[in-house]
């Protein structure tokens, strides 16, 4: 029972890394983005959130998918655009997954196993082991907020990102935003975030 509650973790772990960096697919005749409205407020706080180089923060993540939940904790420190780490918990504070990227190089480590790489090849390692394809900017900017690479994107009544969809392996991806929280001396960004991809869910909660 406990090899299969770890395993389960570690595909939950890599799933969760990999839905939310995953690269997105442009596709213009599904464009669902108001341009009347970017052009204006959503590009002012774009490039407010775009300004934060240095962000931290932490929170939960819960999977829901057929007859299994699962919840662990995650941390995620950036000191500039390109040199970050995300790491992920269980709920008795045991560190299951730690990323690391410093540049163009990655560090995954896995029960203090580390592997090595660089960005490209990390794409290629993800991809095999989740069958889809990453990038690992995305992550950094989707949970601040912006859509990424994505154009296929919906506004809220405030200007601020509420839906961005994408496709991963020829299945239809959907990013929901559902919550955004404001701090002293910085813009709007996300505390209540939504991943669904088939019959998964993962809901997002930052502190």
Excluded at 85 to 90: E, I, K, M, W
Excluded at 92 to 110: A, N, P, W, Y
Aim: aromatic share 14%; with cysteine; hydrophobic share 40%.
């Amino acid at each position: 029972m406990i090899l299969v509650l770890h395993r389960f973790m570690v595909r939950f772990i890599f799933f969760f890394s990999s839905i939310l960096l995953t690269a997105c697919s442009q596709n213009p005749s599904r464009q669902l983005t108001d341009q009347q409205k970017i052009i204006t407020p959503w590009h002012i706080h774009e490039k407010l959130v775009q300004r934060i180089t240095k962000y931290e923060t932490r929170g939960t993540l819960s999977l829901f998918s057929d007859n299994h939940k699962l919840y662990v904790h995650f941390y995620w420190q950036q000191s500039s655009p390109h040199h970050y780490q995300l790491v992920f918990t269980n709920l008795f504070g045991i560190t299951e997954l730690q990323l690391i990227q410093d540049g163009t190089i990655v560090k995954f480590i896995h029960r203090k196993v580390k592997y090595v790489i660089n960005e490209q090849r990390a794409t290629y390692v993800i991809y095999q082991l989740t069958g889809m394809k990453i990038s690992l900017e995305n992550f950094r900017q989707w949970i601040m907020g912006l859509p990424g690479d994505c154009a296929n994107f919906r506004l809220d009544e405030q200007n601020l990102l509420r839906e961005v969809y994408w496709n991963a392996a020829s299945r239809r991806c959907c990013i929901l935003y559902i919550e955004y929280k404001k701090a002293f001396g910085l813009p709007y960004l996300p505390s209540s975030i939504e991943v669904h991809q088939d019959n998964q869910c993962i809901k997002v909660k930052i502190d």
